[in-house]
């Protein structure tokens, strides 16, 4: 990719540009990690020849560097001839040093490109609440990171859903950026402070899968004792704590001890304490966990309120279909990377802009089949209702479609139903997920995906 001085300029008159521009490439270190992770995968599978692939493997990454080293080049040459005699030079000057940085240090340990992650942050008109870059964590010496360079932002009065298979890095992503753990590498900004700054702490809520209360306090003297640990005074905590409990509807149960609380309740009083410094973005790791349906309902329903005040809700969950009717943004991780991450409008517009659902009579479905060839129209069978069968379109533009239509009527091919197709967050994830955990994966995804990557070679 040939870098032009028009588009440095680009990259520096908006921000947004220069960082579509740095995302879409790998850095040399996720390059090298790739290759590790392909020969791993080839060294535990039954592949007959498996030096020739890994031949091909490193044959891949050299190419990748290859095309990476000659768009830094052409990108170097260009940016140099702003340093002088130019209103941009100090800017190409800035950008020069944070995309050369950026692309040899990209998910290593080392902290090289926080700088321009900051200074990217600031560029933001709307700034998020939480905003994550190149957040990668090891465990022990493994060579393959749990998360690789994970990026995404979530923005006040949000609800995030987090979503990914078991292992797919969710948990260790929350403790990161909670601080639980310590040794990883990237950038992990609230509300525009660094997650290790203890002044962060004051702008997140957590809440953990599991609740554990001491013995012998009930609700309200737990939660006073808890906000007084924080360092507010004991008149303070006394009205906080009422005031949050009157909120979540736990007033009259302040006398019992929260061990003798359902799963539900328990959950309520961790929400209390969550809330009792009044966070900008509260975070939760499965905390629909063993609730009852009724206990579900409230506990969204308090999450939705809490939305409403302008709080940003981040929650990792497996109940997709729950999330389904609350989120409005979301992060898929699939084998420690993100797959996507942004508004869900978005990614309906984009990945789901032209699928459909049709119904059609099953005793059209001959001529409907026919029909559909003729155009090469992908489609699907969606569903049954005794006579009536639902099929999933895709159209491949606007023309398609109408000629869809106009041969149904020239061929008396009634349907009873034809609308766009609004997948649901288990749709999407099952769409859009592959690999699940690098930890969990089967024999048949192993050699499915060495077969992929043998085939794109």
């Known amino acids: 990719m040939k870098i032009t001085q028009e588009d440095i300029i680009k990259f520096i008159e908006k921000n947004d540009e220069l960082n579509k521009f ?28 498996t030096t020739s692939v890994i031949t091909k493997i490193k044959q891949s990454a050299l190419n990748e560097k290859k095309q990476l080293n000659e768009t830094i080049n052409s990108f170097n040459n ?3 001839k702003l340093f002088i005699n130019s209103k941009y030079a100090e800017e190409a000057k800035r950008i020069y040093r944070v995309i050369n940085e950026y692309f040899n240090f990209v998910g290593s340990k080392n902290h090289k490109f926080f700088e321009y992650d900051i200074d990217f942050y600031k560029s933001k008109k709307e700034k998020p609440i939480l905003y994550v870059r190149n957040l990668t964590k090891y465990y ?36 990161s950026i909670i601080s639980s753990y310590y040794k990883w590498s990237g950038t992990i900004l609230i509300d525009g402070i660094p997650n290790i700054n203890e002044a962060s702490k004051k702008k997140i809520g957590y809440v953990p899968e599991k609740a554990v209360f001491p013995e012998g306090f009930s609700a309200q003297e737990y939660l006073t004792w808890m906000i007084m640990l924080s360092g507010f005074n004991k008149h303070f905590a006394i009205n906080k704590v009422k005031q949050v409990l009157k909120d979540l509807g736990m007033w009259n149960l302040r006398h019992v001890s929260p061990n003798k609380f359902s799963s539900g309740q328990k959950r309520k009083i961790i929400l209390a304490q969550t809330l009792t410094h009044d966070p900008e973005i509260i975070i939760m ?8 349906p009724k206990a579900r309902i409230d506990f969204f329903n308090t999450l939705k309120h809490l939305k409403q005040q302008g709080k940003a809700i981040f929650m990792s969950s497996h109940v997709l279909s729950e999330l389904n009717s609350y989120c409005d943004s979301l992060t898929i991780l699939d084998g420690g990377k993100v797959i996507y991450s942004g508004k869900r409008d978005e990614l309906l517009k984009t990945m789901f802009a032209n699928e459909y659902i049709v119904c059609i009579d099953n005793k059209f479905s001959n001529k409907f089949n026919e029909i559909i060839n003729e155009l090469k129209i992908i489609a699907s069978h969606y569903a049954s209702d005794h006579n009536l069968i639902y099929y999933k379109i895709t159209f491949k533009n606007e023309e398609i479609y ?11 091919v009634y349907f009873n139903e034809l609308r766009k197709n609004i997948p649901s967050l288990q749709d999407i994830y099952e769409q859009m997920v592959i690999n699940g955990s690098k930890d969990t994966m089967s024999r048949q995804d192993i050699e499915r995906l060495i077969k992929q990557f043998n085939n794109e070679c």
């Open 402 to 412: 109408n000629k869809f239509q106009i041969n149904l009527i020239k061929n008396n």
């Open 22 to 49: 740095i995302h879409s490439f790998k850095g040399y270190n996720e390059i090298n990690t790739n290759k590790l992770f392909k020969i791993n995968l080839v060294k535990q599978s039954n592949y007959s020849d």
């Open 140 to 175: 022990g010496h493994k060579k393959i990171p749990t998360i690789d360079s994970l990026n995404f932002d979530i923005y006040p009065g949000e609800f995030h859903a987090f979503i990914g298979a078991n292992g797919a890095g969710k948990t260790t992503t929350i403790k």
């Open 78 to 80: 260009e940016c140099k």
């Open 285 to 292: 790791d499965e905390p629909m966990a063993n609730l009852d």
